[in-house]
């Protein structure tokens, strides 16, 4: 069974600090994919990344996906109150099952 | 980015009585779509696979007669949530993948928040 590992699940900073949040698997993916959740509101994507090594950059948020498709990074620069959310990594389950992978979450609370 | 809407948004209900969620892709055809239940800070939960022109694919645990899910066609999903009871009051959203070549992308609805009374 493929599973994304995401971490930390909870995280609480002070507005204008960095972080990095993890999500890996012993598993490969063809992509991965970041989604970024607000309360009572649906994912949005952020981000796809595609290739072993990309890296993908949105704004502060600085997206890499590693060299062997196994595991994905999300970096924020000078986290802003507006980056709260939960944030999602996920990717295309392998035998072509057509199913979305999730990691469990990270629920990032940027304080003012 | 591709845009998929659902309605309601929000929903009370009273037990026993059954509740229709609709989830169409905007500016794209979408063979497959899905749906996803999800509590409170947590992750989404796969309750089923929804394929235009035949029968969906339920997850384990996941009663297909409680849970209706039809995809009359390649824009439109629907969810009846039959003979509901408190315990089915969550966050439920859609989403439908999209395939551009070789990339493929889901994207979410806003989601329905169902209140059973």
């Known amino acids: 069974t493929q599973l994304l590992e995401q971490s930390p699940q909870f995280l609480s900073i002070q507005e204008g600090e960095n972080l990095t949040v993890y999500c890996n698997s012993s598993s490969v993916f063809s992509s991965l994919q970041w989604y970024r959740q607000e309360p009572g509101e649906g994912p949005v994507l952020l981000v796809t990344v595609v290739t072993g090594g990309e890296v993908k950059k949105l704004k502060r948020l600085t997206f890499q996906f590693g060299d062997a498709r196994k595991d994905s990074s999300l970096h924020i620069t000078a986290a802003q109150p507006g980056d709260t959310g939960l944030y999602l990594c996920a990717g295309w389950g392998s035998g072509n099952t057509g199913k979305l992978i999730f990691g469990q979450g990270t629920t990032l609370q940027v304080k003012p | 980015g591709a845009v998929v809407s659902q309605h309601p948004s929000r929903v009370i209900c009273k037990s026993g009585t059954s509740v229709k969620i609709e989830c169409r892709s905007l500016d794209f055809q979408a063979t497959t779509m899905f749906w996803y239940r999800q509590f409170p800070k947590q992750s989404l939960m796969l309750m089923a696979t929804s394929n235009e022109g035949s029968k969906a694919t339920y997850e384990q645990g996941v009663e297909k007669d409680k849970f209706l899910i039809n995809h009359a066609s390649l824009t439109l999903s629907t969810l009846t949530v039959t003979s509901a009871h408190p315990e089915d009051s969550s966050f439920y959203i859609c989403?439908?993948?999209?395939?551009?070549?070789?990339?493929?992308?889901?994207?979410f609805g806003p989601g329905t928040r169902l209140l059973v009374l």
């Open positions: 989403s439908a993948r999209d395939r551009q070549g070789a990339l493929e992308t889901q994207y």
